[in-house]
Nanobody, 119 residues
Framework: QVQLVESGGGLVQAGGSLRLSCAAS????????MGWYRQAPGKQRELVAA???????VYADSVKGRFTISRDYVKNTVYLQMNSLKPEDTAVYYC?????????????WGQGTQVTVSS
């Protein structure tokens, strides 16, 4: 199995910055995909940023130019640097990993970390 532990959420004023971290641990062969999603109250969970299978990055249009995803392959950790935060970025942010466990690829989720941006 894979355990994902997130950290770095909190309360920040509009225009501020936060950095989220997600560390993966457990018995997995390989992590193929890793990224961040978010869910605001009353809305569906949406992709924020992620690494693809080939190591490229994808971003939601709403965060392009403001957020940067990075990854430490040795530490199995993914980061999300969030700059120029807006009130509409307020949500619970979830780390996601698609990993090979016992020969099968499965999706795993962190517990979520709250990001609140005040105006």
């Amino acid at each position: 199995q894979v355990q994902l532990v997130e950290s770095g959420g909190g309360l920040v004023q509009a225009g501020g910055s936060l950095r989220l971290s997600c560390a993966a641990s457990g018995s997995f062969l390989r992590i193929n995909l890793m990224g961040w999603y978010r869910q605001a109250p009353g809305k569906q969970r949406e992709l924020v940023a992620a690494f693809t299978r080939i190591g490229s990055t994808v971003y939601a249009d709403s965060v392009k130019g403001r957020f940067t995803i990075s990854r430490d392959y040795v530490k199995n950790t993914v980061y999300l640097q969030m700059n120029s935060l807006k009130p509409e970025d307020t949500a619970v942010y979830y780390c996601n990993a698609r990993a090979i466990v016992l020969g099968r690829e499965n999706d795993y989720w962190g517990q979520g970390t709250q990001v609140t941006v005040s105006s």
